[in-house]
C-alpha cells in the first residue's frame, strides 16, 4: 500500500474545493514553493495581541496599521520580525493596498475568519525580493517545516473570501498540528513526509501536559517531523485503526512515514520527551526498520 494507503484514503471525505492537488477549487494554480533554512526556536506562550504589540516596540514605524487593521510592514526588518514572531504567519503582498486591487478585498474579508493567525500587509519591493515575490500574493511563512506557500493571485482565474481562508488553514501547520480533514492537505502536501503522531483522547488529564511537551519537542526535529495530534474520536477512527489501536490504548505515540507508507508505535509505557525522542531517533537511524509495523497481524501457523 502506497500513497493510495488508508491514511491518503481518509481524503476522500474531504470538503468540496480541497480534494485532488488540495487547493482551494477557485484558486487551482500550485503555488510556488520556496525553500529556506530552518533551526532551532523556542516558543513561549504570548497572545497575538502581545506578539504585534511586541513587532511594534522593535521596528517602530516601519509597521503601521492600515485603515483595515492590519499591519503594514514598510520594510525588510518588520517584515523578517513579523514572520519570526508567530509559528504561522500570513503576508498579503499588495504592490497598492486598495479594494480595486484583484484578491485585496477578499483578502481582508479571509483573514476575519482564521484568528488567531497573525497576518499583515507588505508592499515594499525589497521585502518582496527577499521572499521571491513578482506579483501580489497571499504567502504563508511556518517554522514546522521551515516553508512558505504562496498563492499568487494573477494565476488565479477567480478569488473569493471563502476560498482564501480555506487556503490559509489547510495551511497552518504549527509545531503540533490538530489532524482534521483541512489540516490533512497541508499535512500531507509537506515536503517533510514523516509524522510523529500523538494519539489521545482530547478530555484525558495529561492532554494538555503531552501536547506541550510535544510542541516543545517539535522544535528538534524540524525539517525531519511533522507533529501531529489525532483526537480520538469517532471522526478518527479509520485513523486508530490504522494503528491497530482502539479509543481503550489512548493516549499512544505512533510515527507515519508516508515515503515509504509504514508505520510503527512506541512501546507502551510514560510519554516523557526522552522516550519520545528516542523514538524519533531509532526512525532517523533506520533502527526501526526491522521492527514489526503497528497494525499488523501476526501470520497464522498451521498445525
Known sequence: ????????????????????????????????????????????????????????????????????????????????????????????????????????????????????????????????????????????????????????LSEAKKIEADGLARFITMNE???????????????????????LLLFINRGSADYESLKDKLAALAQEFVGKFLFVLIHGVKSNEKSLGYFGLTLRDLPRIGIYDSNSDMKWLMPEGEISTERVREFCQSFLEGDLKDVKQAGTLDPKTEL
Not at 476575519?112 to 525580493?129: F, Q, T, Y
Open 173 to 195: 501547520i504549527r509545531y503540533i498540528t490538530e489532524y482534521n480533514q483541512v489540516t490533512a492537505v497541508g499535512l500531507f502536501q509537506s515536503e517533510v513526509k514523516t509524522h
Open 1 to 152: 500500500m502506497s500513497t493510495d494507503g488508508i491514511f491518503h484514503r481518509l481524503y476522500a471525505t474531504l470538503p468540496i474545493g480541497t480534494r485532488g492537488n488540495g487547493h482551494v477549487a477557485s484558486l487551482h494554480p500550485r503555488p510556488p514553493r520556496r525553500e529556506m533554512q530552518w533551526g532551532t526556536r523556542h516558543t513561549v506562550n504570548t497572545t497575538p495581541e502581545m506578539l504585534l504589540f511586541l513587532l511594534f516596540s522593535l521596528v517602530g514605524t516601519a509597521a503601521l496599521a492600515t485603515d483595515n487593521g492590519l499591519p503594514n510592514l514598510s520594510d525588510i526588518t518588520a517584515a523578517e520580525a513579523f514572520i519570526n514572531a508567530s509559528e504561522v504567519a500570513v503576508i498579503g503582498f499588495f504592490e497598492t493596498p486598495l479594494e480595486e486591487r484583484f484578491g485585496y478585498k477578499e483578502f481582508v474579508e479571509a483573514v476575519k475568519n482564521v484568528k488567531p493567525i497573525p497576518v499583515a500587509l507588505c508592499s515594499d519591493k525589497e521585502a518582496w525580493a527577499r521572499f521571491s515575490i513578482v506579483s501580489d500574493t497571499i504567502a504563508i511563512f511556518r517554522k514546522a517545516d521551515n516553508h512558505q506557500e504562496n498563492l499568487q
